[in-house]
């Protein structure tokens, strides 16, 4: 996929001579010739982003900040090195983190725009080595600057990834100063393949793992982020991403153990649900899934998804359950899944989020990869019940258009190598015409729900979905 298309943009000053002729020219009062100038503007099709919309005369709070921010970096000399400077960046700083992190605010965009992004760098570089405390708040103002790919562009031609990793590399024993940076590594990298390479370059794996050994597991939780987002794919300029090699590196540089390890503190870390996403994200092939089973990765999810159940806490077992589906990928590890009590487990897991589809569908898509090519399994999972909560969840919740998908996905390799399943005592009742009206009307449902019950149904049509449905009255 290219770069999307480029909107119509705007300078500020331009806009303002529009606000201004409103009301030179037109007579209007302040407040309704900035509505119309953006009114008119929103209607030709004009980005506004990063454009300071205030009324004429009132002044905009990002704007103050980042302009005192700069006489600071321009004076800066050594007595800059007093207290009181120091206590007016931080506030200037956390003001500007906040300011950014209002939801639909576009102070971001603002800061951004306005050369927030150029000069936080440049004031990280001489806080370095002075104020930890101050470096935070930089950091922690950076990553709410860094929101879109023209922002992190800026922070890359501006050295910014240099000076992070030079920080981090200099503080590896500040919990603070480490969670704030790797913040900052999330953010950059987050959407840019090119900064996921520098960083790449700059041995931010080796970086990561020494310090997932050094330090308490659960204090940096926005180093999980960091891994995650270093290992996804999500710049739309690139054909072929790098992010499966980047994978592999850390494998091969013993992320796995590190990770089981974080895995292993359970519900004492504060960070489960992040390591879980993060070890998702590097186990990208069957070699890497085996090698977390083999440092104990199987026993260390299956003892989360037992506790998340037991303690109510949905976003545990989903970050859980998504793993273990991706572990289970690997055809070594669906025995051992089997062999651990993997299935009891999971139905019992069921039962305790009964009423939450969010869960159940990745519960179904366990099942269905653990029967996939695996005859042996299906049998166990039908006689674990799988078939019985497949209907039934499927029955209670027909709004939930992937659970409805991961159960017939499921139900489909339960049966298709295993004959005798489709005649099991289990039923269901499917709402009336379900199959017909997906089959006709193929095109008004995702192509996933789709795909899931013509595979549940091919080769007989509605037959096969009978003979699982009421095996007693279809053979009759």
Not at 10 to 39: C, H, W, Y
Not at 368 to 375: A, H, K, Y
Not at 379 to 397: H, P, T, Y
Request: proline share 3%; net charge neutral; with cysteine.
């Amino acid at each position: 996929m290219g770069p999307p298309k480029a909107s119509r943009s705007i300078s500020q000053q331009a806009f303002d001579e529009m606000v201004k002729e409103n009301i030179d020219d037109l007579g209007m009062d302040p407040t309704e010739a900035l509505r119309d100038a953006i009114e008119t503007l929103s209607l030709q099709g004009v980005n506004l982003s990063g454009i300071v919309t205030c009324v004429p005369g009132e002044s905009n709070p990002v704007i103050q900040s980042l302009d005192r921010l700069k006489q600071l970096d321009s004076d800066w000399t050594d007595r800059v090195k007093d207290e009181k400077v120091l206590e007016e960046l931080i506030e200037l700083f956390n003001k500007l983190s906040d300011l950014c992190r209002v939801q639909g605010s576009g102070n971001a965009a603002i800061a951004s725009k306005n050369g927030g992004v150029e000069l936080v760098c440049s004031i990280c570089s001489k806080l370095r080595g002075w104020s930890n405390h101050g470096l935070v708040s930089a950091f922690n103002t950076m990553a709410a600057f860094l929101h879109d790919l023209q922002s992190t562009e800026t922070f890359r031609k501006s050295g910014g990834e240099k000076i992070v990793m030079g920080i981090l590399h200099d503080e590896t024993q500040n919990v603070n100063i480490l969670n704030s940076g790797f913040s900052v590594v999330a953010a950059a990298a987050t959407g840019n393949e090119v900064l996921k390479e520098a960083f790449m370059d700059l041995k931010v794996d080796e970086l990561m793992i020494i310090i997932l050994k050094e330090q308490s597991k659960g204090n940096i939780p926005s180093l999980y982020d960091a891994i995650r987002v270093l290992l996804t794919s999500d710049d739309n300029r690139v054909v072929a991403s790098q992010v499966y090699g980047y994978a592999r590196i850390f494998a091969k540089k013993g992320i796995a153990e590190v990770l089981v390890n974080s895995l292993r503190e359970g519900f004492t870390s504060p960070s489960l649900v992040s390591a879980s996403i993060a070890l998702k994200a590097v186990a990208v092939n069957d070699e890497i899934c085996r090698s977390i089973a083999d440092h104990g990765g199987i026993e260390a999810v299956l003892l989360c998804i037992g506790d998340s159940g037991e303690q109510g806490n949905k976003a545990v077992a989903r970050a859980c359950c998504t793993l273990l589906s991706k572990l289970a990928g690997s055809d070594t590890n669906k025995s051992a899944i089997i062999e651990k009590g993997g299935l009891d487990r999971l139905i019992k897991l069921s039962a305790r989020f009964a009423d939450d589809p969010s869960v159940l569908q990745e519960v179904m898509s366990i099942i269905c990869t653990l029967s996939l090519r695996s005859p042996e399994n299906a049998a166990r999972a039908v006689e674990a019940g799988a078939g019985d909560l497949a209907i039934q969840s499927m029955q209670k919740f027909p709004g939930s258009l992937l659970l409805q998908r991961n159960s017939c996905l499921m139900i489909r390799n339960l049966v298709v190598r295993n004959p005798e399943n489709r005649q099991d005592n289990f039923y269901i009742s499917f709402p009336q015409n379900w199959y017909r009206e997906d089959h006709k009307e193929g095109q008004r449902k995702p192509r996933g729900l789709q795909r899931g019950c013509h595979r549940c149904s091919q080769g007989s049509g509605a037959r096969q979905l009978q003979l699982i449905a009421h095996p007693r009255t279809a053979t009759s």
